[in-house]
């Protein structure tokens, strides 16, 4: 694991400090924003909780925190040099990987200074009279700035267990999302984990040979298909670089960004059983998203959808030998791919090992946490450790956690009371000059994230170009070009199969938060376009206005 170089060595800005632009967050998002910003000759600087960059790979350390994108499409492309020089070991990257880039990065392009690490912002309110954001951290500096940058990440703010007796239990509590920088040594330990989504079902594989006993305890299975990890073979590197512009296109322009998806048209009701059986295969065993679009109609119709769900369970019965304990692993309630599938290395092979217990919660919920482990309807099981792997508030947990304040001094956590709104995932209207990288209502999670959030970094850079050039102070989304968004974003998720699942993407995974489908699904290449046009189109939807005090 590389130390985060520099780690708190950015200097602590004063007290109180004035730049054109803050931004919060030091993950790949926050990162290219500092770096586009300098380049334009704007004063930036950065506030990350953490003591390192790298956001999300920088507090997810659970063992086998893996990227389920192919290495090399997971990356930056704004320069090709750095392209050039980096090398990835493994078609997908894992955490040490990812993270030892985050901070290459932060040294190729001297970040450090521009960043205050350690430091949490608490609040960001808009004035009105003087037009500017004054933000607050939680040293108690208070920085004032024109524009305000929130690349607070989707999956950063991690839930909480909300279990009865949580925090009696006196032996080991591990979280995935904040997993101890210098390991824990788990073996021979009685291991506890909850939560089988991509964190859970990760760290479970990588675990089970060095536990004691390993008791998962699963509500909802999930759907896993094998990653076929292997070191990166060179001539895919060299073809990558060889081609990088016309791939690099090609993912701009695509539905996901990931050019390993590789959708295929027509209908799985369309072809011969053998057919379908065949282009199954041949994408279970290439690995990864590609299975998902082996038909078009697989996420929009349930017929299509039901036939990858039985091939699927078929896997699963194959590979599992208990053909009870295949059949709790067996996803029945909702369609293949309206939760995150998870792309797993012999995850479901773990349950041929004597030492691996599924406990299924359906028929048997915890009652309780205990000093000494967890206690079912069924019994009680003693542990040295427990895990919890149970998600995030997604996509508006970050957010929620600051107190930030627009026109008026209306909250956003007020605003978005129903549930987020936002046009084109950008802007909030209220909220002049405050952007979102990656925000509900653009394509976000459900797309490559390194490429949307350079898509939306750039376009931020060009508008607040553009505004410099045309002396405008400020621009801001207008309510109707809001309302048309979300209203569009709903329409598009509605003719898909995502909304017959209980998903973080729905807000479903947080007791009392609206259900409301946050990302874009209507196409990052779409929206993209969508994106260009507004701006070649004078910013429509938005106010510019150039304020009195400048
Ligand atoms: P997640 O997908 O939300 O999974 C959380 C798990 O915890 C679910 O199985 C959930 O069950 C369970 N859970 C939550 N509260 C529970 C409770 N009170 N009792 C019992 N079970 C409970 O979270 P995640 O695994 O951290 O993944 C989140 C997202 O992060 C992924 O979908 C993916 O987008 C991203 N991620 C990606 C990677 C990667 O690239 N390889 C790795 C990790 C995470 P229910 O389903 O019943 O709610």
Known sequence: MPEAKGAGAGEKPAKTATYDIVIVGAGFAGMYMLHKMRGMGLSAHVYEAGSGVGGTWFWNRYPGARVDVESQEYSYSFSPELEEDWHWSERYAAQPELLKYANHVADRFDLR?????????????????TGLWRIITDHGETITARFCVMATGCLSAAKTPDIPGAGSFTGLTLSTATWPTEGVDLSGKRVGIIG??????????????????????????????????????????????????????????????????????????????????????????????????AFQDVGTDRAANDLLVDFVANKIRGIVKDPDTAEKLIPATYPYGAKRVVVDTGYFEVYNQDNV???????????????????????????????????????????DRIDIRGRDGQR???????????????????????????????????????????????????????????????????????????????????????????????????????????????????????????AANDYEGFRLSRSETR
């Open 113 to 129: 200074r521009d960043i205050s690490f350690n430091t949490r912002i608490t609040a960001a309110s808009y004035d009105d009279h």
């Open 196 to 293: 089988t989504g991509s964190s859970g079902i990760q760290t479970i594989t990588t675990i089970a040979p060095d536990v004691g006993e390993l008791y998962v305890f699963q509500r909802t299975p999930n759907f896993s298909v094998p990653a076929h990890n292997h070191p990166l073979d060179p001539a895919v590197r060299e073809d990558w670089l060889a081609n990088r512009e016309t791939y690099r296109q090609q993912q701009r322009t695509s539905g996901v960004g990931i050019l390993a998806v590789s959708p295929r048209e027509g209908s799985a009701l369309e072809v011969s059983p053998e057919e379908r059986e065949r282009e199954f295969e041949a994408r279970w065993a290439k690995g990864g998203f590609c299975l998902g679009a």
């Open 357 to 399: 217990h599924l406990i299924d919660l359906n028929e048997t919920p915890i009652e309780t946490i205990t000093p000494t482990g967890i206690r079912t309807r069924e019994g009680d099981y003693e542990l040295d450790v427990l895990i919890y792997a149970i998600g995030f508030d997604a996509m508006t947990g970050a957010l």
């Open 412 to 534: 956003l956590s007020e605003k978005w009371n129903a549930g987020p709104v936002t046009y084109l995932g950008l802007m909030v209207a209220g909220f002049p000059n405050m952007f979102l990288v990656t925000g509900p209502g653009s394509p976000s999670v459900l797309s490559n994230m390194l490429m949307s959030i350079e898509q939306h970094v750039e376009w931020i850079s060009d508008c607040l170009r553009d505004l410099g050039e045309r002396q405008v102070t400020t621009i801001e989304a207008t309510p109707e070009a809001e309302a048309e968004w979300v209203a569009h974003v709903n329409e598009v998720a509605a003719g898909t199969l995502y909304l017959q699942a209980n998903s973080w993407y729905l807000g479903a995974n947080v007791p009392g938060k609206p259900r409301v489908f946050m990302p874009y699904v209507g196409g990052a290449g779409t929206y993209r376009e969508k994106c260009d046009a507004v």
